[in-house]
């Protein structure tokens, strides 16, 4: 097959679309939200996106059938305006790769008269929280205030090391070709795939965009995820008293 071959499925006429990205990242939080977005509203294929950078492999649905990896952009429309939503299972398995997918995902919101890009993703804090927080990068200074508007967190430093993948590529190309591009990233521990991190930086879309969407599933997914990371943490704190018993023996 070619490096990159998009299919067109649909070419719906859209009312101001903005480009939201959800690929999988730290806590899937970007995936996730993506996902719920497009469980919770009605939406169209658009474009499925071939590359031979993605991983060479193919997913088996429940009824046995296999498709191809590839990203996929679904159109949903809403009241004020709509978006392209960029989903997919997996992200570029190579660094020219993560370059020439961008490009391609920016070709596609080029073609629909995408101004706006959000791109969702997680930056890990190292532990298990109960508050969180969404902080946030944007491709100019009136972006940043923006977002400010709506709680979003600038920090200095933050994320270390930078925004990577192709979040941080929609970025930076899209500046470089005219877009005007913010990442919101939720906290997350990065241990476990976090809903909760998901529906903060869904809220604050919600309040950029001006759109309501249904919790109730994600809650459901979140209350799971706390049962399993309260597990975990029973297993931690056996395993430092059991260190701690060892230790005191030794002493003694």
Known sequence: MDELDIE????PDLQDPVLVEGLPGVGHVGKLAAEHLLEEKESELVRRIYSEHFPPQVSVEDDGTTGLACAKIHAVELDERDLLVLTGKHQASDNTGHY???????????????????ALGGVPTGELMDEYDVLGAATDAEFVEELEDVDVEFREDEPAGGIVG?????????????FRAACLMGETSGYLVDPKSARAVLEVLEAVLEFEVNFDSLEERADDMEDVANKIQEMENQQSGMATDENLRYIG
């Not at 391609?104 to 073609?111: G, N």
């Not at 192709?166 to 005219?178: A, D, H």
């Open 100 to 118: 020439r997918l961008t490009d391609a995902f920016l070709d596609v919101a080029e073609e629909f008269g995408v101004e706006t890009v959000y």
């Open 8 to 11: 067109v499925v649909a070419d």
């Open 166 to 178: 192709t979040s941080g590529l929609l970025l930076g190309l899209g500046e470089r070709r005219g």
